[in-house]
């Protein structure tokens, strides 16, 4: 076990003295890595804080039916009711707002009383507000109800809310899928940085690596010091590209929290959590290291 031990650490000594003796390649390397990895981890953190605030709203479609101005009273009660027996598969609640009931409320309001004040009648048309029930098709049962209830007699107008939020769901299941694929091309950089790196030392030591294996040195005794230097190479990446994401964070919070506080609330972009961040490291260490040991294979002959 001892010999073991001290196996692994000369291999580890070895390559941090490799990495030292050329700093200038190797944090060249390191920051084309680290920049790679900094773009997924600002889009997890995006994604991560956008999730929730969309999962607060309400998403369930709302189909608002306004009635002709010269409809008779009773006309939004009575097609409300037609309407929950028709479709009550598809309808969650329906509630009838009277003209007459919407200009009082608007009266209520100090912003409103003045200006309504000299109108000589009632310019509000009775509604009928439907709340759909959600399911996977919702989109499409939307379009269709709100074609056909458009072409009631007596109704004027129809509108559809919250689907702005559906669309914004959908695109960020895209973003997260994206995610997915960014990270995919982020793992062949980092596979393409560090075989290249090890394969130059490789071939700068190559006579080094001749000479070891004449005097007895075996395979793993001389691959392994490559192997640290790509687990080396990308857990170093790893902890400069949480740095940078954290700085690119930055100027967007500021621009985000100023956004959000004209709205009201407050909103923040945020890292992902630590053992997400450790366990992602860790990932790239092992791709490096995995990259190391194919170059290696592939650049030198033992």
């Not at 994604?47 to 309400?58: E, F, G, N, S, Y």
């Not at 109108?119 to 269709?144: F, G, K, M, Y």
């Amino acid at each position: 076990m001892k010999r073991w031990l001290n196996q692994h650490r000369y291999a580890l000594g070895v390559a941090v003295r490799r990495l030292l003796t050329q700093p200038f390649s190797s944090l060249c390397n390191m920051l084309v890595i680290s920049l790679s990895l900094a773009v997924p981890i600002v889009v997890a953190a995006v994604l991560d804080t956008a999730q929730p605030v969309v999962r607060q709203i309400p998403v369930s479609a709302e189909v608002t039916l306004y009635l002709d101005l010269a409809s008779p009273p009773g006309t939004a009660s009575r097609l409300g009711a037609e309407l929950r027996q028709r479709h009550s598969n598809d309808i969650e609640s329906i509630e009838v707002i009277d003209r007459d009931q919407a200009l009082a409320e608007l009266r209520s309001r100090p912003a409103w009383s003045d200006a309504l004040a000299v109108l000589p009648d009632n310019p509000l048309p009775d509604a009928i507000v439907i709340t759909l029930r959600q399911h996977p098709e919702i989109a499409q049962t939307t379009t269709q109800l709100s074609a056909e209830w458009k072409q009631l007699d007596g109704v004027d107008t129809v509108q559809v809310d919250s689907t702005w939020v559906q669309r914004l769901q959908a695109l960020l299941d895209f973003l997260s899928i994206g995610l997915w694929i960014l990270a995919l091309g982020v793992a062949i950089v980092v596979l393409a940085t560090v075989f290249n790196t090890v394969r130059l030392q490789a071939l700068t030591q190559r006579e080094e690596i001749a000479i070891a294996r004449l005097v007895g040195a075996t395979e793993s005794f001389v691959r392994r010091p490559f192997l640290y230097l790509g687990a080396m190479t990308g857990l170093i990446s790893s902890g400069l590209a949480v740095v940078a994401a954290w700085a690119a964070l930055q100027p967007l919070n500021t621009a985000i929290n100023r956004l959000a506080s004209s709205y009201g609330t407050e909103l923040s972009l945020r890292l992902p959590d630590s053992v997400s961040l450790l366990l992602a490291g860790m990932v790239v260490a092992i791709l490096g290291a995995l990259s190391a040991r194919w170059s290696v294979n592939r650049n030198t002959r033992f």
